[in-house]
């Protein structure tokens, strides 16, 4: 049987109803990555052996009667930059290559008690920084709705095995739309939790401030009960937010009379491509239809928003990765003969030019002279940003627009010039500056048969008014279908 192409959700029912043990769900996902891997190459490690292992442990905990956990035998795979004890954690850079973890990040940790079993990892562009994946130093990804197309990032590995049917669900992190772009681009739902909401623990850091781990799932219902198991506090993590985690798939089915979506000025301009625009607009049109009332809206800093973004995270990124040295981690230079050739030499081979890029930039942001002008500022606006949303969510209960200006590209096409790259991310980085949730959902497929997604941007912890939204647009729409993979 073809478990693969089923929901968590419908996965978790047929396990309870004893119609399929994990094992077989575990066999059907494993024998699928088998025969789709070479069109998409999304993971960077399969652990098929543990992978068994851990469904034979669920199925003898039902056997024995006991609660084997709310994703009993739901097969999960995770973003490389995730530490594991299992496999590797590289975070596809060659300064990682080897590194093995010693212990579990938290959503790893929950996704076990929970009963998930663990696939293996996923490609990302090196350390999260990119917006195709092409910036990983394993492998391209390709996007399963089109083999020359990218899948987005920085999490395409975990967005393009979701879309493929190789996994029920994913996990990714988003420092500036890393879930949510990479989900719009291979038709997946994509949630990036309230700052805080999800542990960082485990998390190889990136920009600390933005960070956040969140589930890429195949519907609304899948990424509820994803969430319920991995948010909550964590003393592990000292900006892990202490506040109640509610049952995210109780509030789903809720009515649309009365919330009032936002549709920001700032989002529906000539940078937006024709078709995402129209499918963007059909879905909340839809959703006036149903009773919520539709309000423009208008976030006046949207436009510092990258410049804003690429001072803070790249600030960020300079003091998180100065631990990567060649001293204690990974890749060390055979051939320094001295201890300062050995920083330059394991660094410069080490880290690909994209975070030798970022690293340079945030140095040079943070230095004596430039930090005023550069840094401070831009946490400055990042304040104007945030106040921007305050306003607009005294008006409405939700923000609505699109996830990315452009469906997926093509290889190539925007690696010559970094700034039209980090202009794909225009859309989703104020949610980052602004620690806010965001949810990015398919709304339908262009003219060439690629997903448009729909970005949905909530108050701090409010994601169940976003699921909620996000889960009526899904019924209003209905699904986008499968990608041409066979
Ligand atoms: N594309 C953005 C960047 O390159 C966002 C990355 C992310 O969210 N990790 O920084």
Partial sequence: ??????????????????????????????????????????????????????????????????????????????????????????????????????????????????????LGKLNMDEFAMGSSTENSAIKLTRNPWNPECVPGGSSGGSAAAVAADECAFSLGSDTGGSIRQPAALCGCVGMKPTYGRVSRFGLVAFASSLDQIGPLTKDVRDCALALNVLCGHDPMDSTSADVPVPDFTRGLDGDMRGVRVGLPREFFTDALSGEVREHVEATVKALEARGAELREVSLPHSEYAVATYYIVCTAEASANLARFDGVRYGFRHPEAKTMLDMYVMSKTGGFGPEVQRRILLGTYVLSSGYYDAYYLKAQQVRTLIKRDFDRAFEQVDVIAGPTSPTPAFRFGEKTADPLTMYLSDIYTISCNLAALPGLSLPCGLTASGLPVGLQLLGRPFDEEMLLRVAHCCEQLRGGIGKPPLA
């Fill in 1 to 118: 049987m073809a478990w693969y192409g089923k929901t968590a959700h419908e996965l978790i029912e047929a396990v309870s109803q004893r119609q399929a043990s994990a094992v077989e769900i575990a066999e059907s996902y494993l024998g699928r990555i088998e025969a789709v891997e070479p069109r998409v190459d999304a993971f960077t490690q399969v652990w098929r052996d543990s992978a068994l292992e851990q469904a034979a442990r669920v199925d003898a905990r039902i056997a024995r009667g006991e609660n084997a956990g709310p994703l009993a035998g739901v097969p999960v795979a995770l973003k490389e930059l995730l530490c594991t004890v299992e496999g590797e954690t590289t975070c596809a850079s060659r300064i990682l290559a080897g590194f093995r973890s010693p212990y579990d990040a938290t959503a790893v940790q929950r996704l076990k008690a929970a009963g998930a079993v663990l």
